[in-house]
């Protein structure tokens, strides 16, 4: 199946007074949630819908967790999370410290399976 798109107009941030450039941009075409995931995995395997939804949501306590602690998590095929952080800049090593952290975000790098998705891809201009 396709990934639809719409088209929306951007200015350029460098130049506010250059011409609108129009851009791609994707659209969701629906979501699934952990409990519909957890059944479509029990279809296809021995597993009950419980079971995988205790494990799925097992997953998620884990990573959590394993990031808390300053841990990279890899998953195989999945890929690997990592915590990211953002930070002021300082004229010498010795003003940085934890104060100076500006932002913290989890960095997700898709596995090889994953990344192989984005090279198979259609796409179709949503009417």
Not at 40 to 54: G, M
Not at 62 to 67: A, D, T
């Amino acid at each position: 199946m396709a990934i639809k798109f719409k088209v929306l107009p951007r200015k350029n941030p460098q130049d506010i007074t250059a011409p609108e450039k129009f851009y791609a941009a994707a659209i969701g075409d629906g979501e699934i949630d952990l409990d519909r995931l957890a059944e479509k995995i029990a279809y296809q395997c021995t597993l009950t819908e419980v079971d995988c939804h205790a494990v799925l949501l097992s997953l998620v306590h884990n990573i959590s967790q394993e990031l808390n602690d300053g841990r990279i998590v890899r998953l195989g095929k999945l890929g690997t999370f990592q915590v990211g952080i953002s930070s002021e800049g300082m004229i010498t090593e010795e003003e940085i410290n934890s104060s100076v952290i500006t932002k913290t975000r989890i960095l997700f790098r898709p596995g090889r399976k994953l990344q192989k998705v984005l090279s198979d891809l259609s796409f179709r201009k949503a009417s």
